[in-house]
């Protein structure tokens, strides 16, 4: 398909924060067109319990059928799912789900597949802490097998030291190289889409 890809960007469990829309900002910078739905209705958390509390309130099933209907209007142009945690997974189910996607970029999280799920040919790319206590590595592991194993063509980066949401500058999670080591990375596997 020519053109630059647009990008669904889904936030993490603390909502759509700053970092979010920076990150949306940075892509927009190299030519993509970036949605940024918010699944929270405006609120955003200040801590990971608060945002457990919001995406528990919610609820998963809530939450994927607004990430559907944010990118069902948008989904013939074969777009690029992409998310922070959380917005990773919903992302990844999203992509799976969409035989006109371009790619997956998925920041600090993963889902699991389903049994038998097809991702033929699909350009994805995770980017994650190591060792992160919510993507560790037996599961990442398994995780990037049964990716593969679905067709996928999967790349892993993992970041030795840093914090789960290590690319959002104002949670202590942060390290400043880590996350211009994944813009620098990500932005070069959109151009490729």
Do not use: C
């Not at 030291?161 to 104002?170: E, F, Q, W």
Request: hydrophobic share 40%; aromatic share 8%.
């Amino acid at each position: 398909m020519p053109g630059s890809p647009t990008v669904v960007l889904f936030h993490s469990s603390y909502g759509p924060r700053p970092a979010v829309h920076a990150a949306a900002d940075r892509m927009r910078a190299a030519g993509h067109e970036v949605h940024v739905p918010d699944l929270y209705d405006g609120r955003t958390a200040n801590s990971v319990e608060e945002g457990m509390d919001l995406k528990d309130e919610i609820g998963g099933d809530e939450l994927l059928r607004r990430a559907v209907a944010a990118a069902a209007p948008l989904s013939d142009r074969g777009l690029v799912y992409a998310g922070f945690s959380l917005g990773g997974s919903l992302a990844q189910n999203l992509a799976l789900a969409d035989e006109k996607a371009r790619g997956l970029l998925m920041l600090h999280g993963t889902s699991d597949l389903a049994e038998g799920a097809s991702a033929d040919g699909l350009p994805v790319q995770l980017h994650v802490a190591d060792p992160d206590p919510f993507e560790p590595h037996d599961w990442l592991n398994a995780w990037y097998l049964r990716m593969r194993r679905a067709g996928a063509e999967v790349e892993i980066f993992r970041y030795p030291g840093a914090g789960h949401l290590y690319t959002d500058p104002d949670l202590p999670d942060h390290d400043p190289e880590a996350a211009e080591e994944t813009w620098s990375v990500a932005l070069s596997f959109l151009a490729e889409l």
